[in-house]
């Protein structure tokens, strides 16, 4: 795709923790106005990568560039990021916490406040917006957190697990925003072990296993490489020894 952006390029990157390596020569791209699928068992790397792409990590080696150069929170790129773990003020109410992360991002007051309000209508937690979120559900804390990560329009998202304990329907509601945002021009790295999610919103995906790709490309040439396999069985057939085993009782 030489005609399209280059968001995201990450050139022979390779960590090292002590003696063990966790990535061992990763080479990929991630363009602009795509959702690009980062996937992998436990372990395989995805959050190293993440952490050292988001300059949390310094790499042993290679290059990892957000919008043409490394990440830095005073970089001009608009980025929302959804961590696997979770980090809002649980003591604090709803909406002074939705509002006080949409000044972080340069919102005013007011600008937050109804992007908050439309939002928990939208997620059906108008209710809510005076409770503290330590008296929410995981899954109503999960959607404040969504709400956050997407408040002022981020150019680029990075989404880590974000259906994570929801049911069906609150997933489906997830994914819709998600394809909302896609459509109005942001990028999305998408980290999912559902593989249906990647089936429905991934332009393209890289599939990590050891610290190296397994598999990389769009979501058709990926099923092609494996004969024209469902992602679910492209993951069984990658992590299949490790599936037997878990097996074996």
Known sequence: MPDRKKIVEIR?????????????DLSFDVFQGEVFGFLGSNGSGKTTTLRALLGLYEPTAGELLIDSKPYAVDSQINLGYLPEERGLYKKEKV????????????LSRDEAKEFSLNFLK???????????????SGGQQQKIQLGVTIMGDPELLIMDEPTKGFDPVNRRLLMNIIEERRKAGATIIYVTHQ???VEQLCDRLILLKDGQAAAYGTLAEVKKQFGGASMDDIFVKVYGGEAKELGDE
């Not at 022979?12 to 061992?24: A, E, L, P, S």
């Not at 909406?95 to 340069?106: H, N, P, W």
Request: charged share 35%.
């Open 12 to 24: 022979h990157f390779k960590m090292k923790f002590g003696n063990k390596t966790v990535i061992k």
């Open 195 to 197: 593989m249906e999610e």
């Open 95 to 106: 909406l002074d916490v939705m509002i006080y992360f949409g000044q972080l991002k340069g």
């Open 122 to 136: 939208r997620v059906d937690l108008t209710d809510k917006a005076g409770v503290r979120l330590d008296k929410l």
